[in-house]
């Protein structure tokens, strides 16, 4: 009897450990160096990498520029996940190979993505090459410089939508197929229209999934780093391409490790929203 009630947590025992080794000590040091500066009696706590990060001249406009990308490109990509979801219900024929072309982008990894979209949009690219050929532009046209930034940021919006989207769209793919059948048939018995039953069944039902997508594409869009060193270099900076040229270009650990912690904190309150403010009953869980 006691083997059996021990058995589940010597199941998950090598994940903990797993868990342990390769996230929870790395990020205790990470905190602990952001919290130590360098002094006359050598380094000791203090929030003095804190005050240099935000004494940066880069930092208002790296929390500005984060904040822009995640406000925009995540309801952006929820709701063309949600719209490519629903299509996806009605496609008898071929339903696997065309969820599988809107995934090809999950393969891609940041750095690549970013570059395809730079050889698009660069002075030189594809995308003035044809703009000069339809008479629209003559000559390059500089879409990526510190003299368009609203170009700048949309060009970032679009690469990221692109090629991120398939994540959010597979989350919800899983959760369109855990919806009882019956519930639209018992909807066209009433005469429910389309917009009704999707806003009054299918929105409801998708509520975990939903919750679960927004988690997972928050965060990630608080940690974006290739894709905009890739579009915009030193002309856009975010909060994790500051940690990285405090870290590399800078020498300086403890600043760099203060940023971390800051995008830390700003996604763990991210995610408390969602997990406050999409609260399902635990029979829809």
Wanted: proline share 5%; charged share 10%.
């Amino acid at each position: 009897m006691r083997n059996t009630r021990l058995a589940p947590y010597l199941l998950i025992a090598p994940s903990l450990l797993f868990l342990a080794v390769l996230f929870l000590v790395p990020l205790v040091q990470t905190v602990a160096l952001a919290f130590q500066a360098d002094g006359p009696g050598g380094a000791a706590w203090s929030t003095a990498n804190f005050a240099r990060m935000a004494g940066d001249l880069n930092f208002a406009d790296a929390i500005i520029n984060t904040f822009e990308i995640v406000v925009i490109v995540v309801p952006l990509q929820l709701c063309l996940a949600l719209g490519m979801a629903m299509m996806l219900r009605h496609v008898q024929r071929g339903r696997d190979i065309v969820l599988w072309i809107w995934s090809i982008p999950l393969g891609i990894s940041d750095l690549a993505a970013g570059l395809v979209w730079l050889a698009i949009l660069t002075d030189q690219g594809y995308l003035n090459t044809v703009l000069n050929w339809l008479g629209v532009v003559k000559g390059p046209q500089s879409w990526l410089s510190y003299e368009t930034p609203i170009a700048l940021l949309a060009a970032i919006v679009v690469a990221e939508a692109w090629r991120a989207t398939a994540i959010v769209l597979v989350i919800l793919v899983a959760g369109v197929q855990l919806v009882p059948k019956e519930y639209g048939e018992a909807a066209d018995v009433f005469g429910a229209t389309p917009w009704q039953r999707f806003t009054k069944i299918m929105l409801p039902l998708l509520k975990p999934s939903i919750q679960t997508a927004l988690i997972l594409r928050t965060v990630l869009a608080f940690e974006m780093f290739a894709i905009v060193l890739s579009l915009g270099g030193r002309n856009f900076p975010v909060l994790v391409s500051e940690a990285f040229t405090w870290q590399y270009a800078n020498q300086n650990f403890g600043v760099a490790a203060a940023y971390a912690v800051v995008v830390m904190v700003i996604s763990l309150a991210a995610t408390l929203v969602y997990l406050l403010a999409l609260r399902t009953p635990p029979e829809q869980r």
